[in-house]
């Protein structure tokens, strides 16, 4: 495979040398567990890889950061086939391409079930970080990315569907929107966030770290094609998808509210003095969305 | 916990942001898999999280650099204590303390069996890299570290002992000379790599990355006294611990043979022209050391 940009030592030693462009690196790692995050029956090898390095590169530019390289460590059983090793490699690789970044190591292991590790290392290069913890009262909150589609495609395939497509497809390969990190941090975003555990819990972990009350509106979240289709099918209200189903890897973020935002970025509520969140200015009642494990 | 050094954003946000002081990062991946690479009934919950940060800080230092962080993703049953995961995350606290970095972000979610999957990020100071590709005929062969004493006590627990306690505590827990590391690229060291499969599984690796000949001495191996007691225990000869046993990380390296070494570094054998691995002049019968899975 040919080299990554910057790599000094690239696969096969006993670490990867990189040169970075900028002394602030960005780190992060994520786990994808068989049964847990995805099912062999329902996704195919390139979308589960896909989905493992779409998981940290999205880390990464929360942070308004860009990817650089992934590491690999894929746990599976001694019986898996080669070929579905070397598609769950291109779909990884193939993600991380979406962003320049390649893949510079990995360790690979026997393991019942399938377990992979990405860890991602991005470049600040001129900006701040963005943090979880910068927003203002006064603040507007903006998304950029789906919002819901995976959710509901989860539940078209735990009700034993594979149509409507369109969420189905998001459920089985998010396509985070790598490029909004590194703008949102080059407009002025005072906090982000990438959306992976459900639009309102997500906002309330930006809440909880700012110190702030979110007040999200929901006549300003769009309830895109594939899950209203996804809706009619399932006789579910979309709207409970958007707000707590994650896994999409939108990216959230806050700004001061006289930023000028391009329209891939969505203004989706407001940020007040006080703490937690709100859903056009009441209580939410529903569920805010994953459960970690720890 | 404190922050790390260097550490501007550290644990609970979407990535970790760390400071390096060099360009050149080294990073590396590496799994550990209960059943295979530790089994709870045999190693404490400390002991099992310093084995899995010492594997990737031993690929650092084998590189030459000097290890700055780690990132720990952790995949447990949900019946887990909570006490069991704290002292793994304490072990690898202090593993990684051994060497000056720290822990800086992480991932956990519910699998079984239980599988630790970490990163560790280095910096390379002023030398250049250590590979595995740069021996040359005429250098020297030299350890640093512990040779056979992991797999002594391993092949101990196996018979159902667990004594002598000198081999039983190195399988639990690694000792790998971290500081050799950058140490030997200052010394000149033309090739370098941690021994996790065997000493002459992993020589192998350097002859063929270089295309040389490794000849190993077995006189000038030394038998540490835990390995002589558990090789009495056993009747099992010792020699073949130390040449086909892995997990001590031990480091092997080779040097120019004017190379002035201090004490801790052994030489035990040459580089010559040709390529493999012999042992006292002759092919080898035995065992090279672990297999990988892939």
């Known amino acids: 495979m040919p080299a990554a940009p910057g790599a000094i030592v690239g696969i096969g030693d006993d670490a990867a040398v990189l ?16 049964g847990r ?16 390095a779409a998981r940290s590169l999205a880390d990464v530019a929360a942070m308004g950061a860009v990817p650089l390289a992934l590491l690999v460590g894929l746990a599976a059983p001694s019986d898996l086939p080669v070929a579905w090793a070397q598609d769950f490699a291109s779909g990884l690789a193939d993600e ?33 970080p963005v943090t979880r913890s910068g927003a203002r009262s006064s603040d507007v909150v903006a998304v950029a990315g789906r919002l819901g589609q995976a959710a509901a ?30 703008e949102a941090a080059a407009l002025g975003a ?6 992976s555990d459900g639009l309102l819990a997500d906002l309330g ?8 009350l979110i007040d ?3 006549a300003r979240l769009e309830l895109a094609a594939p899950l209203l289709a996804a809706a009619r099918a ?3 209200d979309p709207l409970d998808w958007v707000l707590s189903g994650g896994e999409d890897h939108a990216l959230a973020a806050t700004f001061p509210r006289d930023a000028r935002l391009p329209s891939h970025w969505a203004v989706i509520g407001r940020v007040h003095e006080g703490q937690g969140i709100r859903v056009d200015g009441a209580n939410y009642r529903g569920q805010f969305g994953w459960q970690h494990f720890l």
Chains 1, 2 share one sequence.
């Open 19 to 34: 040169r970075v462009p900028d002394p602030r690196i960005v780190a992060t790692t994520d786990l994808l567990v068989e």
């Open 37 to 52: 995050h995805f099912r062999t029956e329902w996704s195919g090898p390139a979308d589960i890889g896909g989905k493992a």
């Open 96 to 128: 991380a391409a979406r962003t320049g970044a390649h893949v510079i190591g990995g360790d690979v292991s026997q393991a019942s079930p399938i377990m992979a590790a990405v860890t991602a290392i991005g470049t600040l290069a001129e900006e701040e």
């Open 153 to 182: 495609g989860l539940a078209l395939l735990e009700a034993g569907r594979r149509e409507p497509s369109g969420a189905v497809a998001a459920h089985r390969r998010p396509r985070p929107p790598y490029d909004a990190g590194p």
């Open 190 to 195: 005072t906090s982000m966030i990438d959306v």
């Open 205 to 212: 972990h930006i809440a909880a770290a700012s110190g702030v």
């Open 216 to 218: 999200v509106e929901t």
């Open 234 to 236: 399932l006789r579910h």
